[in-house]
Structure formats: C-alpha cells, structure tokens
C-alpha cells in the first residue's frame, strides 16, 4: 500500500464485537449440542481466522460453550490480491475430529474454494456436524458454491483490511474491518 493511500474503517471495533456476540448467540441456537460437556472443536484457518476466532471463542465461553481450538493452515491467494484458484493445505488439525461437533470459522468467504475445501477435508474425518460461520460473506466474488450456517456481515465486491484479513500479511492487527482509499 503506497503511502498516499489510507485505510478508512467499513465496520468498527464495537460493530464487530457486537456482531460476534450475536453470532455466539446464534451458533448456541443452531447447535445447541455447544452446550454439551465435550463442547465444540473451533477449526480456522491459518492466519486469517485467528483474531476473529479468538473473540468468538471468548464470546461463546462467556455463554456456557467449551470450545477446543485447532487450525489448519490453508493457502490460495500467495502474496498477492487474487486467489490462485488452488487450495493448499500447509498444516493439518492437531487434534481429533471424529464425532465431535465441530465449528468452522473464517474471516471471509470470497471465492469460496477455502471453505468448500475446509467442508470437504473435515468432513471426510467422521465429525457429528460441521457449523460454518464468517465474519464476513463476499457474495460477487463466488466461483464455488459452498453452504455455511452463518455470517457476521455481507459485503460488496471490496479488498478488505484489518480484523484478521490482510494484505501480504499485513494490516491482520487493525481492530476494525477497513477498505484502502487513496488520499490523492
């Protein structure tokens, strides 16, 4: 990102962190199984879904939920702004999935190869269910059809920044979700 450019938040910290709550909210009525001892197996990728499946694991302890955090580190975009159209899978679960309830979060859905891959990978180890939930859901830009159960929000065709997305690692800390604008 040149230095003429800035990045002007789309949704604020308190947007996000109460749109969380609610999704915490939500996965307890879709999967109310979350409330079982054995609680929920947490599965994101790597690095993208860290900061959003932290609040979300902290927001859904707060309702009673166990949850076991796990991540797979999944690839498709390199160090560029477009995805390569080929999933690679770098790290696997470390931890047991097979008939446990497991929750899958990311923090976008863009050509939906990632999460369809994600499905399809969990799915193929016997767990009980498979919850998918978003932070964020960009519909324009599918090439696979892939099902999920929730999303915290819907946006329009925009190169997002911040709360975990990037830009060849960057910007992941920003604490809200923002767009680059050019100051020029």
Request: proline letters at 4%; a negative charge.
């Amino acid at each position: 990102m040149s230095e003429s450019a800035r990045i002007v938040p789309l949704f604020v910290e308190d947007q996000i962190r109460a749109r969380i709550e609610e999704l915490a909210a939500e996965i307890v009525q879709v999967r109310p199984e979350a409330l079982a001892p054995e609680g929920l197996v947490m599965v994101g990728p790597l690095k993208g879904a860290v900061v959003f499946m932290s609040d979300l694991a902290r927001a859904l302890s707060r309702l009673g939920v166990r949850v076991d955090l796990s991540f797979m580190k999944l690839s498709s975009y390199g160090a560029g702004t477009e995805s390569t159209g080929k999933v690679v899978l770098g790290q696997d679960v470390d931890m047991e999935v097979s008939g446990r309830h497991v929750l899958l979060v990311d923090d976008i859905i863009d050509t939906g190869r990632t999460i369809a891959f994600a499905q399809e990978y969990l799915g193929a180890r016997s767990p009980q269910s498979i919850t998918t939930v978003l932070l964020l859901d960009k519909p324009s830009r599918r090439v696979v059809e892939v099902p999920y159960d929730l999303a915290g929000f819907v946006i329009e065709d925009l190169f997002v920044l911040g709360f975990g997305t990037d830009l060849d690692q960057r910007y992941r800390e920003l604490p809200f979700i923002g767009v680059r604008q050019s100051s020029g």
